[in-house]
């Protein structure tokens, strides 16, 4: 039986965080992406399969090299998901900077 990976346990290993950003601006080989990292070639794919496993990234075939490139789509996911957070994190913010300018405008 096959298991569904979360996408966050994925990226919350910082290897595989690194491994994203690395080919965020370039669709890069797995030899190309472990000479990043003090890693065994092994360990390397091994991120590489979760990250896959996960859609975050797909294996594109060009010749005899296999090429990993970033899901943006997989990525805007994440985004949504966060940006319940980012609206609190604004509203709680705003509501912050209220207090602290009716604070220095009591002390003037």
Not at 2 to 17: G, K, L, N
Not at 34 to 62: G, M, N, W, Y
Request: proline share 3%; glycine share 0%.
């Amino acid at each position: 039986m096959e298991t569904r990976r979360d996408i966050f346990q994925a990226i919350a290993d910082p290897t595989r965080r690194a491994i994203i950003t690395l080919i965020a601006l370039q669709a890069m080989t797995p030899n190309a992406i472990a000479e990043h990292f003090d890693a065994t070639r092994q360990s390397v794919s091994k991120h590489l399969r979760i990250l896959t496993e996960c859609e975050l990234i797909t294996p594109q075939q060009q010749g005899r090299e296999i090429y990993y490139q970033l899901e943006v789509n997989k990525m805007k996911e994440i985004d949504k998901w966060l940006e319940q957070f980012r609206k609190i994190w604004e509203v709680r913010f705003n509501q912050l900077d209220e207090v602290l300018s009716k604070i220095k405008a009591k002390k003037q």
